[in-house]
């Protein structure tokens, strides 16, 4: 397969960036999670260039560790954010794996994910603003590397033997689509 496809399929499912996908099939999808560190790499570079710039501007670490927080959260339409409220109000449930599931589809945010998702935000700034604070390098490689490396535990995620939660909807589209060979190296 033309590697353009799982280019456009990575940016145009992870990001906000106008990118037009042209392919939703499984291939496209497995094409797409192996080229996900690249778009997290974009993400990355952003959030770092708000943080390292802010700094260079003057303003303190804890400043520039919320922008390159923020960022990410903009640029993928806080996908990841939702998908970790998601989880914490499915698993803090307490409920049988059915109905877990149907409290993680639900579209309102429960408080297992309210305060999952705060507790992450605040220890992810708290992260940033101490490596900011030891220089606006630091900070900013950490931005990137850290979106670098998220989109990375996602290719991982989608190696063959890792079954999806549901059977449908786009994440049972690349499920296991990722031989661990590609996913790993």
Avoid: N
């Amino acid at each position: 397969m033309d590697s353009s496809h799982g280019i456009r399929f990575a940016f145009g499912t992870l990001t906000v960036l106008p990118v037009r996908v042209t392919r939703w099939d499984r291939e496209a999808g497995r094409a797409g999670m192996l080229w996900a560190p690249l778009a997290g790499l974009v993400v990355g570079l952003c959030a770092a260039a708000a943080g390292g710039l802010l700094v260079l501007l003057g303003s303190g670490p804890l400043l520039a560790a919320v922008a390159s927080t923020a960022v990410p959260a903009v640029l993928t339409r806080a996908l990841h954010l939702d998908g970790l409220a998601d989880t914490a109000d499915g698993l803090g449930s307490g409920k049988p794996a059915e109905d877990a599931l149907r409290i993680m589809k639900q579209s309102d945010i429960g408080p297992f994910g309210v305060v999952t998702v705060l507790l992450v935000l605040l220890a992810q700034v708290a992260a940033l603003s101490e490596l900011y604070a030891g220089g606006w390098a630091r900070g900013a490689c950490a931005a990137a590397l850290a979106a670098v490396a998220a989109r990375l535990a996602l290719t991982v995620a989608c190696r063959t033997g890792v079954p999806a939660a549901r059977t449908d909807g786009r994440p049972a589209a690349v499920a296991g689509a990722v031989r661990a060979r590609g996913a790993v190296g």
